[in-house]
């Protein structure tokens, strides 16, 4: 079984049209079309319905299809690692992230190591739920994440890159904690905050924290970006519960403050389908 005749199959199938395919694989119709009959042929079963319509998937085109794709992502692995071993010319990867980890800690981390730039081509993605994390790791979109996988089952390889505190952040002239340099958990708990949604990390940790104390958080308000919950704040129309990496975002308008016996803390893993992908990536990182 050719490659070349597995694209062609995959790019028909998704596109449910054998002209779009042939355009996104820039060869002739009637070139694609052969590519998918000698599949055909070499499998011994019909693939594709072709209709006035479109095309779609056999019994037997659906089972190819989503054994194509584990193919094509162990095929797109077996080479990035030989050229990673080999380290030899621009090896591309796809990464996913949460907001704060893509604005605030990467683009630093990759400035302060230009050499290693002229090996990696590094494309950031950004993400709001761990399922979109898995689904395009699954997928093969997304070469590796960023995040906080605790508590998270999957099959891929993890390793732990940095781990922070999480701390109250409020508004210098909030009326209960504008003056203070310290926080007991029971002197915030009844309070409501502004927080990022269901399906991140923040989000998820904060909740244990509280439910581990016997205690639910109280939102008031779900704002999607980390950096819009601190314009919040520093309209002082709100306080919220984040962890450190925000601190580099505060105006001078804003604090964050220490949570006594509040331990939770959040560990940024960088998640990977390959080792070789996850050491390369951490030494790309921290070691500038």
């Known amino acids: 079984m050719r490659m070349e005749w597995l694209e062609a199959f995959r790019q028909t199938a998704e596109t449910k049209s054998l002209t779009k395919a042939s355009e996104s694989l820039h060869i002739s119709q009637p070139a694609l079309s052969k590519q998918i009959r000698n599949l055909e042929t070499e499998l011994g079963a019909q693939l594709l319905t072709r209709s006035s319509v479109g095309v779609s998937l056999t019994p037997a085109g659906q089972i190819l299809l989503e054994r194509s794709k584990v193919i094509a992502n162990e095929m797109n692995a077996m080479k990035r690692e030989i050229a990673l071993m080999q380290d030899e010319g621009k090896v591309d990867l796809t990464i996913g992230s949460w907001?704060?980890?893509?604005?605030?800690?990467?683009?630093?981390?990759?400035?302060?190591?230009?050499?290693a730039t002229t090996k990696l081509e590094i494309k950031i993605r950004v993400f709001y739920c761990f399922h979109d994390f898995l689904t395009h790791l699954d997928n093969g979109i997304l070469d590796a994440a960023f995040f906080d996988d605790r508590g998270v089952k999957h099959a891929y390889h993890s390793?732990?890159?940095?781990?922070?505190?999480?701390?109250?952040f409020v508004n210098n002239n909030h009326p209960l904690y504008g003056s203070r340099d310290e926080v007991s958990f029971d002197e915030i708990k009844q309070e409501t905050f502004v927080m990022l949604p269901d399906g991140c990390d923040v989000?998820?940790?904060?909740?244990?924290?509280?439910?581990a104390r016997g205690e639910q958080l109280n939102v008031a308000l779900e704002i999607e970006l980390g950096q819009s919950i601190l314009g919040f704040i520093h309209a002082n129309l709100g306080i919220s519960i984040l962890?450190?990496?925000?601190?580099n975002?505060?105006?001078?308008?804003?604090?964050?403050?220490?949570?006594?016996?509040?331990?939770?803390?959040?560990?940024?893993?960088v998640i990977t389908r390959d080792e070789s992908v996850s050491k390369r990536l951490l030494g790309f990182i921290f070691n500038p």
């Open 99 to 115: 907001p704060s980890v893509a604005t605030i800690f990467l683009p630093a981390r990759i400035a302060g190591n230009r050499q």
């Open 159 to 168: 390793t732990p890159a940095f781990t922070e505190p999480f701390f109250l």
């Open 203 to 211: 989000r998820m940790l904060v909740e244990e924290a509280f439910a």
């Open 243 to 247: 962890p450190a990496i925000f601190i």
């Open 249 to 269: 975002q505060m105006k001078p308008t804003m604090k964050a403050i220490p949570i006594q016996d509040f331990e939770s803390h959040r560990q940024i893993s």
